[in-house]
């Protein structure tokens, strides 16, 4: 029932997510993959914006969860975690890496697609270059207990490389 309940919320939340493609018809989207991460590029114009991203499918093939590194105005490094709807505001999601402490951040905004925890802190991106996994836990509203899913880091590095390089 649990599972269910989940799967439901995660379809309604992140189903159709504008997250990975840009809607402009001028825009030109390139993509390149390095082990379980793809650098997604987006011109428009003159302009180009560039983020490694990996994302997390359910058997139906619909979007559960997107993790996005992404370079902000000032060229640092942000991390963002796009989580579906309907979740336990109060409850922060954590990451972990491999077999280390999870570290819990706040959530910074929800949309009509997802809830969004942005992460500005190199300390993260130099743990996802040295792990190989990193679990995501956070609470759905309908569930007990929290939910966990796993992202690869394999090919991270190389994608942070082709990403610094934009």
Known sequence: MKKAIFTGLLIVGLANSGLADDSSPDAKTTTEQFGDWQLLCTQLSSQEQC?????????????????????????????????????????????QIDEQEPVTYPY?????????????????????KAGQAATVSFKPVSVPDPVKIGYSLKGFSRALQALDSK
Do not use: H, W, Y
């Open 108 to 128: 910074n905004l929800c949309n009509g697609q997802a809830c969004f925890t942005l992460v500005n802190d190199e300390s993260l991106i130099d743990a996802f």
């Open 51 to 95: 983020r490694i991203s990996q994302t997390l499918n359910n058997q139906q093939r619909q979007t559960v969860s997107v993790l996005n590194v992404f370079k902000d105005v000032n060229g640092s490094k942000v991390v963002e975690l796009a989580l579906p709807l309907m979740v336990d505001l109060i409850s922060q999601p954590s990451i």
